[in-house]
């Protein structure tokens, strides 16, 4: 036999194994708290009675308007910074794109705390404001469904950024360059022909960006719950904080039916635009000239990035040196002790220690398991890899809270009790960040050769060791990129382990959304959060240089 067919057929059984194996591990891990979840959210009576709870009915308005917000605010903003990056004589480029960085590499909470310090009811410019103003009140409030919007659309700013960015860089130059040499004036050229081509990523950047907002829940919980506005995220939270297992299991599974769809929307956008255009290099690309405007749009986004992205890490920073926080900032009342405590206070020093100890194991058992994934997938043809690619994908369309939810509902059975153990964050991380695993290792193996694999098999080694000592090497830097990936998403996700965790199991991320520690408080937290954002700058750079491109992602 061939060896290619060899390699591609259904002969080793060492690859039968694997095949059982991963299929088998990702039933049990993926599948199966899902089934259970939707199991017990039936019967189909009781999402009648759910939607009919008033509760419920303003949790999922204010989950559409709130991600709706988030979307229009995050896109148009994102869109048009996009444009006058990629297809302006704009100045100051580099350090509009760091402000950019630093705004991707802030996790959303850390910016809702920085905002609480800045603008919250005894935040200092709210102070500041009222005292110059000689006022009780101010004209804002942060604890309402518009601060969630706020500071979660300028957070998912990025995103919006890089998909715009994205769909600029690949309009076909072509047809621009056919309607400027036809008469068109160039602000012309770009509503009919540029902007077109590019609408389709556009707004699969937008729907990506709406499923963010449907799934988000560390900012909701707060700048909104505190106020008794609830979207569906807290109010599964606030479901099983009661022990109302029907209505968390019909929220999660409603929740998941409609971050299903808007993926869905997103990836046949992505198909549809990916035939309408085409890589080019940007120095190709239609430059529109600003005149005389370039330096004062500049210096005006300068500015605004300065006060969005530097701004609130500032304010953590500081916070993080104050000796109690609400104090003023001068000098005799900064100290580094806050970062001491964070290895001395009990609480602290175990949510870091845990944190460190989640995010290691998820992301190696996320990475293992997303490399065998991959590979089946990719380099093979056996049956069932299309099942296994569509479970290893699935948790993508289920939000932190959900997952969270399945983990409970699957692993408190008495003869598979794992709930109030370290071992359900485990797997939980494991679950939720596996197709980032995959798709890393993935996108690596599709770019790698089959001549290596084919030298392998014809002389006469098996596929462990083909395996081993040919595909793996090559692929390594993108499994290290993968596993690094996950462990900063773990290291620094919310939900999932504020409602896994018991006493002894606390993270970072409970840590961050208590706000609070058994002898410290918001300063500590915030130099918590600093450390969170130091270590997250590392590992995006490591994982830039891993899979060779340039400075994070934009």
Known sequence: MHPRHRRMGFQINGRRITLVVAISGVLILVAYPLVQLVHKSFPLSNYVQQLQNPQNMRALWNTLYISAGITLLATSLGSILAFLMIRTDLPLK???????????????????????????????????????MGLTQTPWDVYTLEGVILVMGLNMIPMAYMATANALRHADPTREEASIMSGATPIRTFFSITLPLAL?????????????????????????????????TTQIYSALGHYDVRMACALSVGLVIMTSIALWAH???????RFASMPQNEQTLLTYRMGALRWPIALILTACLALVALGPLVMIGLSSLLRAWGLPLIGSNLTLANYRAIFETSVSARALRNSFLFAFGGASCSALLGLVVSYIVHRTRLRGRQLLDVLASAPL??????????????????????????????IAYTVAFLPYAVRTTASVLKAMPLSGEEAGWMSGRSWASVFAGIVFPVIRRGVWAGWMLVFLMAF?????????????????????????TESGGLEVVSAVAVVVVVLTAIGQAVVGRLVGIRKGIL
């Open 397 to 426: 369309a289920v939000p932190g809270p959900v997952v969270a939810a399945s983990m409970i509902f699957a692993w408190s059975v008495p003869a598979l009790r794992l709930y109030n153990t370290p071992w359900i964050i485990l």
């Open 94 to 132: 580099r350090t509009i794109r760091s402000g950019v960085y630093l705004l991707f590499l802030t996790p959303a909470y850390i910016s809702g705390m920085a905002w609480i310090q800045l603008f919250g009811r005894a935040g200092y410019v709210t102070r500041w404001f009222r005292i110059t």
């Open 267 to 273: 990836n046949v956008l992505l198909r549809r635009n």
């Open 200 to 232: 389709p990523g556009i707004i699969a950047g937008a729907f990506l960006v709406f499923v963010h907002g449907i799934s988000g829940f560390g900012v909701p919980a707060m700048l909104a719950m505190p106020t008794g506005h609830l979207v569906l």
């Open 492 to 516: 620094r996700e919310i939900p999932i382990s504020t409602m896994l965790y018991t006493k002894g199991t606390e993270t970072v991320g409970v840590l961050m959304f208590i706000l609070k």
